[in-house]
């Protein structure tokens, strides 16, 4: 069975830096997409960034130039590296992993919080 869990979440300054690690067992990277989803107070989860399946990554215009996501192969990990945070950025961050026939299923992990302050 598939299990998607992120962690690297945390407290920081706004300027700062986090890294988040998406861990993922009984799945195999480079097939499906893989996407990095946020959702802030009182707004609808969105996309921060998105890897298909053939290696290209896609970032939301609110990140772009501050986030970077990739994977270690040898871990088994998806990443999202994240840069010059913004309170704006406050959010609980979520990796779901689309899987099976044709990519059908999608998996979730549980969520990883992050909150930066001014």
């Known amino acids: 069975q598939v299990k998607l869990v992120e962690s690297g979440g945390g407290s920081v300054q706004a300027g700062g830096s986090l890294k988040l690690s998406c861990s993922a067992s009984?799945?195999?990277?480079?097939?499906?997409?893989m996407v990095w989803y946020r959702e802030r107070p009182g707004k609808q989860k969105e996309v921060v960034s998105k890897?298909?399946?053939?290696?290209?990554?896609n970032y939301a215009d609110s990140v772009k130039g501050r986030f970077s996501m990739f994977v270690d192969n040898a871990k088994n990990t998806l990443h999202l590296q994240m840069n010059s945070l913004k309170t704006g950025d406050t959010a609980g961050y979520y990796c779901q992993a689309g899987g099976g026939p044709k990519c059908l299923y999608s998996y979730w992990g549980g969520g990883t919080q992050v909150t930066v302050s001014s």
């Open positions: 009984n799945y195999i990277f480079g097939t499906c997409e």
């Open positions: 890897l298909s399946g053939d290696g290209i990554v």
